[in-house]
């Protein structure tokens, strides 16, 4: 009886209490099953981190990450003076840039919709028709869209009844590229804003409609300010990555006659690296992209940080 | 229900007309996202001169196999298949499993160095080596040409261990996890016996991503696994989809010249289609309803 009384008494997990070395052997299990994990990530993610040292020097494999030859700035001054230069920087930003101002409204409006919708059979076959595309593999969607491309027999050009070869027009570029990945992401991209939308408790929507407030203005006065702080944090976090434009579907959708607009940092980063072998130059190139994108969420996380208190990750 | 006609009517747009104009407007958003992969299917069974003369828009032109049956006669593609199998099997067994060992210690409150290890993973999502020091890094450890150079790299996916361990924070009952403690449970007993059943939702998602992942990934592949007989199938359609070139073996097989090799080709870049892109749209419609809840565990602090 007694030695229940204790038992129940003294706290089951502890926590705070007992002396550190105590409570790192209670717990020795779980540290057990870190430790894959942390050995992967150290091999393969932190020693990379610690070889991005190679782009100040001129890496040579038999002589290692710390042994090759250092030659301070040369390669990022050589890739400031490369003819494409001014061209990369320019289609990386713009790339980016545009894919957000297209890309980020749309999800949130079908989002809007969709919410509103009230035949749920219906609703439901909508969103996992709008969420296929985004389980297609780049390659396959880069394929289709050459196929439809295509100016003799592409679909575009059948229903248009013309022969333009899109894939050839440097104009085109963006459009192709951005058009693509609403098709494919804007779908996907709702879910967030879906499951935020569905906090949302229903009596204020019959409270509304007693009120006399039509469909837009239930939208606008309880949806939107229940999705806003969402909207921000993700406004933040793809403002933080504009010179992350992926290199797969660019890199898919290049022909030589589209590079003055489909020219951007990271194929120039996989073709000098891979391709050519340079891989101190290659390094750089990739470094100053990432410093650039550092900066830049650095910025906008401050923004974030004045906006709203729960955004962050961590 | 009478008030509600009855406001509706007010502001000049009733219940029922705002249903419809919604139905509407989803039905053609349906139809722009459907359509292309619809007509892939359709051109797919289809003679492919009629493809090319615009005949199949709604229906297959006279309908035939012919495509699926050269491209599972072509030897590269059926490589590029069965490596896509493989890759995706045991990579998705091993991506949940370390995802689960890394999301479950963090996700133990009391865990001395607790915020250390997040962020240790964390700082890996923001900031990295870059593709030439992490290929260095692989070559160093003899991954080329290795399988598992599509593995372990990627390591721990830190944005799905996020959302597993905000998962087992806010949905496992900690009065179970408390309850296991007093009987004497130890805490690997307690992960197995208590924490992994009851995070079969969310498991069935990261599965989902995971397979997704690998079976439509070709980047890595590309780069680490230069061998052609080590290529998956999406590496393998880069030549016909992208280069628009025959493989070597379909040229030697067929015998009908160079208007017949064209031909196949074309109906071949179909089909292939439709092959890579099935697997994936067949598995997620199963999980599609987790999608949402993970997303709010795993976004959301609670």
């Avoid at chain 1, 990271?266 to 990739?286: C, H, L, M, R, W």
């Avoid at chain 2, 349906?30 to 892939?40: C, H």
């Avoid at chain 2, 307690?190 to 990934?217: C, E, G, H, Q």
Wanted: charge should be positive; aromatic fraction near 12%.
């Amino acid at each position: 009886m007694s030695r229940s009384k204790t038992a129940a008494a003294r706290p089951v997990s502890q926590p705070g209490g007992g002396s550190l070395k105590k409570r790192l052997l209670d717990n020795w299990q779980l540290y057990a099953m870190l430790l894959v994990p942390v050995v992967l990530t150290i091999i393969y993610k932190y020693i990379p981190m610690y070889g991005i040292q190679i782009a100040f020097r001129d890496y040579k494999a038999s002589r290692g990450f710390m042994g090759s030859e250092w030659v301070g700035l040369e390669w990022f001054s050589r890739f400031f003076s490369a003819p494409t230069f001014g061209r990369m920087i320019k289609n990386t930003v713009l790339l980016s840039f545009y894919s957000l101002l297209w890309g980020f409204p749309i999800p949130i409006i079908l989002a809007l919709m969709m919410n509103q919708l009230r035949f749920q059979k219906f609703k439901r076959v909508t969103q996992t028709v709008l969420y296929a595309p985004h389980f297609i593999s780049t390659m396959v969607i880069c394929g289709m869209i050459r196929i439809f491309l295509s100016p003799s027999g592409g679909l575009i050009n059948l229903i248009a009844g013309t022969s333009v070869d899109f894939l050839t027009e440097s104009g085109a570029f963006r459009t192709i590229y951005i058009a693509s990945g609403i098709w494919q992401d804007a779908g996907w991209g709702i879910i967030v804003y879906m499951a935020t939308l569905s906090n949302i408790d229903t009596s204020l929507y019959e409270a509304a409609k007693v009120d006399g407030a039509s469909l837009f203005q239930r939208i606008l006065h309880i949806d939107i300010p229940e999705l806003t702080s969402i909207m921000v944090l993700n406004l933040i976090m793809s403002a933080g990555g504009l010179m992350n434009v992926g290199f797969e579907k660019v890199w898919l959708l290049q022909t030589d006659l589209n590079k003055a607009t489909s020219d951007v940092i990271a194929v120039y980063v996989y073709q000098q690296g891979i391709e050519n072998a340079k891989y101190s130059y290659s390094t750089a190139v990739g470094l100053f992209n990432t410093v650039i994108n550092i900066i830049l969420l650095i910025a906008v996380n401050k923004i974030a940080g004045r906006i709203s208190e729960d955004t962050s990750f961590i | 229900m009478k008030a509600n006609t009855k406001s509706g009517k007010l502001t000049g747009l009733s219940e029922k007309s705002s249903d419809i104009i919604l139905v509407v407007i989803c039905t053609i958003i349906l139809f722009i996202v459907a359509y292309p992969l619809y007509y892939v299917l359709i051109a797919s069974v289809s003679n492919p001169y009629d493809v090319y003369a615009g005949k199949t828009f709604l229906l297959p032109s006279q309908f035939t196999l012919d495509g699926y049956k050269s491209v599972f006669a072509d030897p590269s593609i059926l490589t590029g298949l069965f490596n896509s199998f493989k890759y995706t099997i045991i990579g998705t067994v091993f991506s949940v499993v370390v995802l689960y060992l890394a999301a479950y210690p963090l996700s133990v409150k009391d865990l001395p160095g607790r915020k250390l290890l997040s962020i240790f993973f964390i700082i890996t999502m923001y900031f990295g080596g870059g593709m030439v020091p992490t290929y260095l890094v692989v070559k160093q450890t003899g991954l080329i040409n290795n399988m598992w150079a599509l593995f372990l790299p990627g390591g721990v996916a830190v944005g799905n261990m996020i959302i597993v361990r905000n998962f087992f924070e806010n949905s496992i009952p900690k009065e179970m996890v408390e309850a296991a403690n007093i009987d004497g449970a130890s805490k690997w007993t307690t992960f197995i016996k208590i924490v992994v059943p009851l995070s079969r939702s969310i498991m069935a998602v990261m599965v989902v991503f995971s397979m997704v992942a690998y079976w439509n990934d070709w980047f890595t592949s590309m780069i680490y696994l230069p061998s052609p007989n080590k290529a998956p199938l999406p590496l393998v359609l880069r030549n016909i989809l992208i280069k628009s070139s025959a493989s070597a073996s379909q040229a030697s097989t067929i015998s009908g010249g160079f208007a017949e090799l064209n031909k196949m080709t074309e109906m071949i870049k179909f089909s292939s289609i439709i092959i890579a892109a099935l697997p994936m749209l067949i598995i997620y419609p199963f999980v599609q309803k987790y999608f949402e809840k993970g997303f709010m565990a795993g976004a959301v602090k609670g």
